[in-house]
């Protein structure tokens, strides 16, 4: 009864609500935003071949940390994180700081963005060195996203840019940035590290992007060219390395799936993630039980 509803804390207006509660046996829940905080934050970096904590050992704070050494694997890294996006700072919001600001775009690109300002200070400045004439946006099928650039600054010509997931982006590549900062043919010693980062960094439920980048014969491609049908551009990629998300689980979500389950009610997230983040995201809120 009403009443009865009222004692447990329990107010409705329609009975129909609380009836169809009663007769629920699963639950399908979107991931980030609703199980995650939608708070994205740059975890890791791998680049390399070496795996970079993005976070000061003190209190977490990734905006806080010292900028990162120069090295052409980094160099190379940042230049597609802070090239091949669409995230945007609104405007005014200079005296704000870089974690606080607002951003229009995904919640993905803006944790990039926002930590690629943390490094170089006027993401705006570093686009207008290389202006965007092409772009396709990611989508679900392809699982990447690309943008072509003119290199105003550096040696004239276009260099093409790219991230997504990195099974996706590796398949296209074939050489990378080795610690030395020579760009060698990628071999069976680097795709066993790649895999085993790969992992590594997606069970702990953070979501791994690859990023590469390849320059543009400008005989081929001059200036002016128009850029149609880029598929046939992608291959003979330089991969320069991966970067890693995290978006923490809310902290009432475990006690409430625990309810659910309690209840009987089978809870089911939904998710584009890689499988293996979406596994440890899972068993971090009780989705997925121990073993």
Request: glycine content about 8%; some cysteine; proline content about 4%.
């Amino acid at each position: 009864t009403a009443q009865s509803l009222k004692s447990k804390n329990c107010l409705l207006q329609k009975l129909e609500a609380v009836e169809t509660l009663g007769s629920t046996s699963v639950i399908c829940s979107d991931k980030t935003g609703t199980l995650t905080e939608n708070r994205m934050t740059v975890a890791h970096l791998w680049y390399g071949r070496q795996i970079h904590d993005a976070t000061r050992a003190d209190n977490g704070d990734i905006f806080m940390a010292a900028r990162r050494p120069a090295s052409k694997g980094w160099e190379a890294l940042a230049r597609v994180m802070g090239l091949c996006s669409r995230a945007v700072f609104r405007e005014n919001q200079d005296h704000i700081a870089v974690k606080d600001r607002l951003c229009n775009g995904d919640a993905s690109e803006m944790a990039l963005l926002k930590y690629f300002e943390s490094e170089y200070g006027n993401t705006e400045a570093f686009r207008n060195q290389y202006p965007k004439i092409y772009e396709d946006p990611f989508n679900a099928f392809k699982q990447y996203q690309l943008s072509i650039h003119e290199q105003a600054v550096d040696r004239g010509g276009h260099i093409l840019m790219i991230k997504g997931a990195p099974e996706k982006i590796i398949d296209k590549c074939s050489t990378f940035i080795n610690a030395n900062e020579e760009e060698v043919q990628i071999d069976g010693g680097f795709i066993a590290s790649f895999n085993e980062t790969h992992t590594r960094l997606a069970n702990k439920g953070e979501r791994v992007f690859g990023f590469a980048h390849k320059f543009l014969d400008p005989v081929e491609y001059p200036e002016g060219c128009v850029f149609d049908h880029t598929d046939r551009l992608l291959n003979n990629l330089c991969f320069v390395g991966m970067v890693s998300l995290l978006d923490p689980p809310r902290a009432t979500v475990p006690t409430a799936v625990a309810r659910c389950r309690r209840a009987g009610i089978k809870v089911i997230m939904m998710t584009g993630d890689h499988p293996i983040t979406a596994k440890a995201i899972g068993r971090a809120v009780g989705i997925i039980s121990p073993g």
